[in-house]
């Protein structure tokens, strides 16, 4: 479209006059009675005095105005933005146009500026199609004197982050992670079948994990440690974690093949620490960067060991509440990550997602109110639930690859076959470059939800890491880095207390495999 835009004056007086009062534009607006002339020059000569407020015209190259564009700036980092278009170029695409210009010019003129929003009566459809198609993206639904309204989000292009080639978020392609997780069954054709698989399913990553059995958690089968929640996978319950662990883990010689594998055949490969040990293996591999799994959102001790690399780092936060989430991005930023991705993830390993569960709208929040890149980690089984978090704002979308579900396996049951992660990144394709819709699924875009979600997410949070014994500790013993272990399951003290009580005395005899809590400490 042959278009341009400029700065409205008082000489635009009469058309944002007439364009104000017409009764489509009331009818859509929040103030609906018509105002007269005397007041809206008033008006028009308060805003464009106003600092904080700017007003486009949009016009033909022949200077004829169609459109108002004005953005009004909340605080350093959010503004509000309002449209309307003359009656004459309505339905014609216009709006969308328009409104992505002006957005982008209005971007590059305030650097500091992270996101723009739009509240839209719900019965203003062309509206909320033109915003969509701008590249906003629906946060909430909420009501607004009796009117249902709905939020929109725009976030800055230079909200991005980049993995080696790759740039994530600020409206470049979703980044899709095919996570093999325990799904090569120890044997290591399958972990290179699964690359391969990847690969050739249109995948822009391979996820791998990076620990031992040692390494994540204590061999005991004292009641703690083991898996019995109603939901959970049959392969895990009853179990020890270690039990399980054994099983799943990914043989650490395994991986720097695998990564030379993986950059031959042009596909990024990075993996989930889970200590600091696994962090020290992994650089020397020179990893991309770093993903934080849900159950380590909250441990400390690992999040600063990856901040330290300054490497950008992909955080899942599951259930894990907003403050949760606020500390664990502060402490990356303070310790020394500047690129940040943070994925709204729900935990509930089913073989049937639960749509009343996924709030899906969390996604775009997560960007807006933590300043991150955001995405989504689908711990379900199914393609359409990830779609549609694309739909909703995800730059990031990782989802488990399993050879053949038939095999069997601790994820098996909500992993993707290949066929499957094909025709997810097909679709996700699809959707980006306009050439397939998506109705929007109110129950998965649900609300604003930070926490577990259901009862299998509450009982989930004992595989957090906390502080456990790691050795039998005498009473009057002091505590030391070789006696306390940082480890799943969640039920001692948070990790972030580890300095905290290193030094100090056992208060009483403490058997190995204890979690420790603060009568244990003098």
Same mark, same amino acid.
């Given at each position: 479209?042959?278009?341009?835009?400029?700065?409205?004056?008082?000489?635009?007086?009469?058309?944002?006059?007439?364009?104000?009062?017409?009764?489509?534009?009331?009818?859509?607006?929040?103030? #609906? $009675?018509?105002?007269?002339?005397?007041?809206?020059?008033?008006?028009?000569?308060?805003?464009?005095?106003?600092?904080?407020?700017?007003?486009?015209?949009?016009? #033909?190259?022949?200077?004829?105005?169609?459109?108002?564009?004005?953005?009004?700036?909340?605080?350093?980092?959010?503004?509000?933005?309002?449209?309307?278009?003359?009656?004459? %170029? /309505?339905?014609?695409?216009?709006?969308?146009?328009?409104?992505?210009?002006?957005?982008?010019?209005?971007?590059?003129?305030?650097?500091?500026?992270?996101? !723009?929003?739009?509240?839209?009566?719900?019965?203003?459809?062309?509206?909320? /199609?033109?915003? $969509?198609?701008?590249?906003?993206?629906?946060?909430?639904?909420?009501?607004?004197?009796?009117?249902?309204?709905?939020?929109?989000?725009?976030?800055?292009?230079?909200?991005?982050?980049?993995?080696?080639?790759?740039? @994530?978020?600020?409206?470049?392609?979703?980044?899709?992670?095919?996570?093999?997780?325990?799904?090569?069954?120890?044997?290591?054709?399958?972990?290179?079948?699964? @690359?391969?698989?990847?690969? $050739?399913?249109?995948?822009?990553?391979?996820?791998?994990?990076?620990?031992?059995?040692?390494?994540?958690?204590?061999?005991?089968?004292?009641?703690?440690?083991?898996?019995?929640?109603?939901?959970?996978?049959?392969?895990?319950?009853?179990?020890?974690?270690?039990?399980?662990?054994?099983?799943?883990?990914?043989?650490?010689?395994?991986?720097?093949?695998?990564?030379?594998? &993986?950059?031959?055949?042009? !596909?990024?490969?990075?993996?989930?620490?889970?200590?600091?040990?696994?962090?020290?293996?992994?650089?020397?591999?020179?990893?991309?960067?770093?993903?934080?799994?849900?159950?380590?959102?909250?441990?400390?001790?690992?999040?600063?060991?990856?901040?330290?690399?300054?490497?950008?780092?992909?955080?899942?936060?599951?259930?894990?509440?907003?403050?949760?989430?606020?500390?664990?991005?502060?402490?990356?930023?303070?310790?020394?990550?500047?690129?940040?991705?943070?994925?709204?993830?729900?935990?509930?390993?089913? &073989?049937?997602?639960?749509?009343? *569960?996924?709030?899906?709208?969390?996604?775009?929040?997560?960007? &807006?109110?933590?300043?991150?890149?955001?995405?989504?980690?689908?711990?379900?089984?199914?393609?359409?639930?990830?779609?549609?978090?694309?739909?909703?704002?995800?730059?990031?979308?990782?989802?488990?690859?399993?050879? *053949?579900?038939?095999?069997?396996?601790?994820? &098996?049951?909500?992993?993707?076959?290949?066929?499957?992660?094909?025709?997810?990144?097909?679709?996700?394709?699809?959707?980006?470059?306009?050439?397939?819709? @998506?109705?929007?699924? $109110?129950?998965?875009?649900?609300?604003?939800? %930070?926490?577990?979600?259901?009862?299998?997410?509450?009982?989930?949070?004992?595989?957090?890491?906390?502080?456990?014994?790691?050795? *039998?500790?005498?009473?009057?013993?002091?505590?030391?880095?070789?006696?306390?272990?940082?480890?799943?399951?969640? @039920?001692?003290?948070? #990790?972030?207390?580890? *300095?905290?009580? !290193?030094?100090?005395?056992?208060?009483?005899?403490?058997?190995?495999?204890?979690?420790?809590?603060?009568?244990?400490?003098?």
């Amino acid at each position: 479209m042959n278009l341009q835009l400029r700065k409205a004056t008082v000489a635009d007086s009469r058309f944002l006059f007439e364009l104000r009062n017409d009764a489509s534009v009331r009818e859509v607006s929040f103030s #609906t $009675e018509p105002i007269p002339f005397e007041s809206h020059e008033k008006w028009l000569a308060k805003k464009l005095a106003d600092t904080t407020s700017t007003i486009f015209i949009a016009e #033909t190259k022949g200077g004829v105005p169609l459109a108002q564009i004005r953005f009004d700036l909340v605080d350093e980092k959010t503004a509000e933005v309002s449209i309307a278009v003359a009656k004459e %170029y /309505r339905g014609k695409g216009y709006g969308s146009h328009v409104l992505s210009s002006a957005s982008r010019r209005f971007f590059e003129e305030h650097p500091s500026l992270a996101f !723009i929003r739009a509240r839209i009566k719900t019965s203003n459809g062309s509206s909320l /199609r033109s915003f $969509e198609k701008s590249g906003y993206k629906r946060i909430e639904t909420d009501a607004l004197h009796d009117t249902e309204v709905v939020e929109m989000l725009l976030t800055h292009p230079s909200l991005q982050m980049r993995i080696g080639e790759r740039y @994530l978020g600020g409206g470049a392609p979703c980044f899709i992670v095919a996570e093999i997780s325990g799904n090569h069954h120890q044997k290591y054709e399958e972990a290179v079948a699964l @690359l391969r698989a990847a690969k $050739e399913a249109g995948a822009d990553a391979v996820k791998l994990q990076t620990y031992t059995p040692d390494t994540i958690t204590l061999n005991s089968d004292n009641e703690w440690f083991r898996v019995n929640g109603i939901d959970n996978p049959a392969g895990w319950k009853g179990k020890t974690l270690y039990e399980l662990y054994q099983e799943a883990y990914t043989p650490w010689e395994w991986q720097p093949k695998l990564k030379k594998l &993986a950059d031959e055949m042009g !596909i990024i490969l990075f993996s989930t620490p889970f200590d600091e040990t696994a962090v020290d293996f992994l650089e020397k591999m020179n990893v991309p960067c770093y993903k934080i799994a849900s159950y380590e959102a909250t441990d400390f001790l690992l999040l600063q060991k990856v901040a330290r690399t300054k490497r950008p780092v992909i955080l899942s936060v599951g259930y894990a509440t907003e403050d949760e989430i606020k500390e664990a991005v502060a402490t990356l930023r303070q310790y020394g990550t500047t690129n940040i991705a943070v994925l709204h993830c729900v935990t509930g390993y089913g &073989a049937e997602p639960a749509p009343r *569960d996924m709030h899906l709208r969390t996604i775009a929040d997560i960007s &807006a109110r933590f300043g991150v890149v955001s995405g989504f980690s689908d711990n379900n089984a199914g393609i359409f639930v990830p779609q549609m978090a694309v739909h909703a704002g995800a730059s990031i979308i990782e989802k488990h690859l399993i050879l *053949d579900r038939n095999q069997g396996g601790p994820d &098996a049951r909500f992993s993707l076959e290949p066929a499957e992660l094909k025709e997810l990144v097909a679709n996700i394709r699809e959707v980006e470059a306009g050439q397939k819709s @998506l109705s929007a699924s $109110e129950e998965l875009l649900g609300t604003l939800h %930070y926490g577990p979600s259901n009862g299998v997410e509450e009982y989930n949070k004992r595989f957090r890491r906390s502080l456990f014994s790691g050795k *039998d500790i005498k009473k009057g013993e002091l505590f030391t880095k070789e006696n306390v272990r940082d480890v799943r399951p969640g @039920l001692g003290l948070p #990790t972030k207390h580890f *300095d905290e009580i !290193i030094g100090k005395h056992a208060t009483k005899n403490i058997p190995f495999a204890t979690p420790l809590s603060w009568k244990m400490i003098s």
